[in-house]
């Protein structure tokens, strides 16, 4: 890994995309041709894309099994992914791998079948998260579903392609403190 090929490596680069090509499991990316876009994807000398950036979309993946793996045999610098697009898929889950990648900052999860509002509890430990989507779900569903995502992830600033505003967060703020009790209450009516 050079110098250049990190400095190189650059959210301004096309994406990785494997969008509309029927993919199942992750494993068949490394059979898979991405998509060609106007610019051509540029790659370090092993080979490996140099994009931060890998959509996935409208394929038909249920889980993320391999996914780590798969993503550092394809990108040069995984560690740098900051845009990952799994819009349009099968998954019921919010996979924990997606936390592993601390400078994400985009996250398209709109149009799959996640189940539980409190999957969004796992995406809190991503520090540059700044632009979620998770509308199309049947979470979506859910009474109180933005101001619960708002207050789970208070610094992104873009849910389900709509800007968050200073009234989004303070509507959340008081949704939060009508509808979710603090940990040390529970933990005493737990104890007792």
């Known amino acids: 890994m050079s110098k250049e090929d990190y400095m190189n490596t650059s959210v301004q680069e096309p994406p990785l995309d494997y969008s509309f090509r029927s993919i199942h499991v992750i494993q068949d990316l ?13 790659h370090s000398k092993s080979g490996k894309s140099l994009t931060q950036s890998l959509w996935l979309n409208n394929n038909v993946l249920n889980d993320l099994k391999d996914f780590s793996h798969v993503v550092s045999l394809l990108l040069e610098h995984p560690e740098n992914l900051a845009w990952i697009d799994l819009s349009f ?10 936390t592993t990648f601390f400078n994400l900052s985009v996250l398209y999860l709109h149009g799959n079948s996640i189940q539980r509002l409190g999957e969004v509890n796992k995406l809190a430990v991503l520090p540059r998260l700044r632009s979620l989507t998770l509308h199309g779900n049947p979470i979506e569903e859910e009474k109180g579903y933005r101001q619960y995502v708002l207050c789970t992830l208070p610094r992104i600033t873009t849910f389900d392609f709509s800007g968050v505003t200073k ?16 940990k040390k209450f529970r933990i005493k009516q737990n104890a007792l």
């Open 89 to 98: 898929n099968d998954l019921t889950s919010i996979d924990p791998v997606l």
């Open 167 to 182: 009234a989004d967060r303070t509507t959340a703020e008081v949704w939060k403190r009508m509808n979710i009790k603090p």
């Open 30 to 42: 490394t059979s898979e041709e991405p998509r060609t876009g106007l610019r051509p994807l540029r």
